[in-house]
Nanobody, 123 residues
């Protein structure tokens, strides 16, 4: 059984930083892993994704230059370093596993999800 566990969320002031982690357990094929976020009353939106073998990364325009996605294949763990946080980054952040369905920015193309971790940025 595949499980994803996010951690690292919290409350931070605008301009601050947080680092999220997503640990995957259980055997499954991973083509890519991604981070998505969902604010109250809004749809889940793409944040960033990373190819599991090649390492190519993809970012939403809203976070490009501020967030960095990375991975540790040996630990089956993905990270999201978030710098220069803004109040509009406030949301529940979810990580997911993509097994090869495209587009990689589409949440509907992800097969497994974590329970989410809350990120709150105060102004």
């Amino acid at each position: 059984q595949v499980q994803l566990v996010e951690s690292g969320g919290g409350l931070v002031q605008a301009g601050g930083s947080l680092k999220l982690s997503c640990a995957a357990s259980g055997r499954t094929f991973i083509y890519a892993m991604g981070w998505f976020r969902q604010a109250p009353g809004k749809e889940r939106e793409f944040v960033a994704a990373i190819d599991w073998n090649g390492g190519s990364s993809y970012y939403a325009d809203s976070v490009k230059g501020r967030f960095t996605i990375s991975k540790d294949n040996a630990k089956n763990t993905m990270y999201l370093q978030m710098n220069t946080l803004k109040p509009e980054d406030t949301a529940v952040y979810y990580c997911g596993i993509n097994q090869g369905r495209l587009p990689i920015r589409g949440s509907e193309e992800y097969e497994y999800w974590g329970q989410g971790t809350q990120v709150t940025v105060s102004s």
